[in-house]
Structures are given as C-alpha cells and as structure tokens.
C-alpha cells in the first residue's frame, strides 16, 4: 500500500510563488500532481517518474510549474511559480504504485489534498 501525503499549500498573491511537497511511503514507480478547482473537475498538473527522471506537464502550467524528485525520499515537489487566480484549487497527489510498460504514469492512489488560492 502507498500513503501520500501533501503540505506547502496556501495563499498567496498573484504573481507569487509556492513549493508543494508529497511525502509518499510505500513503493512508487511515478508521482503526480493533479488540481481541482471549485465547480470543475480534476484535472492533471504533472507527473514525473523515477524510470528516467521523466516530466509532462499540462498546457496551463508549462513554463510556471516546475516537479522535481527525490526518490532516496520518495518525494515529489511541485514549484509554482507566476501563480494566477485560475491555479486555486485543492491539488491532490497521485501515484503509481504497480511496474508498467506505460507512460504517462496510470495512477492508482491518491493523497487528501492541500488547499492553494491565488488571490488577485
């Protein structure tokens, strides 16, 4: 079993910056970022994977948000940078705890979330 576990949340003003992390325990093969924002449905970030460091980010991000890694962790960060008012939401953790020949990551656990506004 993995348990996920996001922090860094919080609010900030437009043009600010915030650093998520999520702390897994258990063995993961790739962790991800998704957000869901109020009235909307959940929607992906990033992801990144240990198989090769590999990134993929969402249109609505590149450039802004940056995931990094560190698998001696087992710990996902997500840099968010330039935030906008349209990156609040509650983002939520994923990953992928079975080995695949896949990408992007098929994720199968999910941590509770950690709140972000981005006030204007």
């Known amino acids: 079993q993995v348990q996920l576990v996001e922090s860094g949340g919080g609010l900030v003003q437009a043009g600010g910056s915030l650093r998520l992390s999520c702390a897994a325990s258990?063995?993961?093969?790739?962790l991800g970022w998704f957000r869901q924002a109020p009235g909307k449905e959940r929607a992906f970030v990033a992801a990144?994977?240990?198989?090769?460091?590999?990134?993929i980010y969402a249109d609505a991000v590149k450039g802004r948000f940056t995931i990094s890694g560190d698998n001696a962790k087992n710990t996902a960060y997500l840099q968010m940078n330039s935030l906008e008012p349209e990156d609040t939401a509650v983002y939520y953790c994923?990953?992928?705890?079975?080995?695949?020949?896949?990408?992007?990551?098929?994720?199968?656990?999910w941590g509770q979330g950690t709140q972000v506004t981005v006030s204007s």
């Open positions: 994923a990953a992928q705890s079975r080995y695949g020949v896949n990408w992007p990551p098929r994720y199968d656990y």
């Open positions: 990144i994977s240990w198989v090769g460091g590999s990134t």
């Open positions: 258990g063995r993961t093969y790739a």
